[in-house]
Structures are given as C-alpha cells and as structure tokens.
C-alpha cells in the first residue's frame, strides 16, 4: 500500500529458532527506491549493500550484504515497536534483533517482489 507521496506500507516477519516478530511499517519512496536499486545490483554483481529503513526510528532496520566470494549473503537488522504499560503507564521498547546467511536464490526471489521491481526501474 502506499500514499500520494510514493512511500510504502510494509508488513516485516522475522523468525529464528524461538523468537520472532512482525511489525507493519511505512518506508520512504527514497528509501525504497535505493534498497530496491541496490538489492537489484547485489543479484547480479554480489558485491554492496543494501539498507531498508522504517521512517518511524528504530522499527525496522535490515542490511542485506554479500558475505562470502562463493555467493552467500548475510541479512541482519531489526524490529521494534514502543508499548505503552498498562498500570504505570511507561513506554517499553520491544523488539528482536537478527542476522543470519542465507542463499543467492532467495535474494533472487525479493527482487521479484513487485514493490522493489517497481521502485527499482
């Protein structure tokens, strides 16, 4: 989903053993544009890295980078969200932090996704 001014609505899952998160965010048309840019050239060459941002601080932050010359590629970052306290009424931050390999195949199948082809031309 998105808005007049191009910024787009993403829904986030991360799961790994036991923990796990999902939080809805708004990226930045600008954001979007150079992570799907730079996604498309790391398909291709292995080499960069690519970096998606929540316009909301400290929701969702994710690099995706080469890890190894045999084609492998890391992706860490993080999710989270500020909770409001029921009896003290505090703000409490939730979040998960992850990194973890995983094979060219898949980063294959992100750049298919129609949000980063479409913010990538």
Known sequence: MAQASGDIRLSVSVRSGQFQGQII????KETAVSFSRVAMSLNETLQGCAVLESISPDELHIEVLAAS???YLTIRGS???RVLG???RQWHKHGIV???EFEPSQLDALVREPWV???AA
């Open 25 to 28: 965010v708004w990226v930045a």
């Open 69 to 71: 010359p045999r084609g």
């Open 79 to 81: 999710l989270g969200c």
């Open 86 to 88: 029921e009896e003290q």
């Open 98 to 100: 992850f990194g973890f």
């Open 117 to 119: 082809a479409k913010n």
